[in-house]
């Protein structure tokens, strides 16, 4: 299974901006999508950005316009830009990969992801 490590997180002011990085011990053919997810305290695990090999992307509506996914050319770090911090960013931001674009966007069970990180946490605080 590939291990997923993200590093960037920390305690920021609203309008302030971080870049979360992600570094996979190994990407395969398999591995079609690569994204993040986060889940703020209390709150359901929900989809934020994801990237397709073909670099097709997906953001959340919540912070279209504002994050950007990035990745190398080795497809490995995967980053997440995110500008303007809002107080309601805060949470802990978990990467992955995963065979299918389309549940890496939010939009399948998240059971089903292939590989998780263990997170990070963003917090947003004036």
């Known amino acids: 299974q590939v291990q997923l490590v993200e590093s960037g997180g920390g305690l920021v002011q609203p309008g302030d901006s971080l870049r979360l990085s992600c570094a996979a011990s190994?990407?395969?053919?398999?591995?079609?999508?690569m994204g993040w997810f986060r889940q703020a305290l209390g709150k359901e695990r929900e989809a934020v950005s994801c990237?397709?090999?073909?670099?097709?992307?997906h953001y959340a509506e919540s912070v279209e316009g504002r994050f950007s996914i990035a990745r190398d050319a080795a497809n490995n770090p995967m980053y997440l830009q995110m500008n303007n911090l809002k107080p309601e960013d805060p949470a802990t931001y978990y990467c992955?990969?995963?065979?299918?674009?389309?549940?890496?966007?939010?939009?399948?069970?998240?059971?089903?992801?292939?590989?998780w990180g263990k997170g990070i946490l963003v917090n947003v605080s004036s």
């Open positions: 990237m397709s090999v073909n670099n097709v992307t």
């Open positions: 190994v990407i395969t053919s398999e591995h079609l999508a």
């Open positions: 992955l990969v995963d065979r299918s674009f389309y549940r890496c966007s939010g939009y399948g069970r998240l059971g089903d992801i292939d590989s």
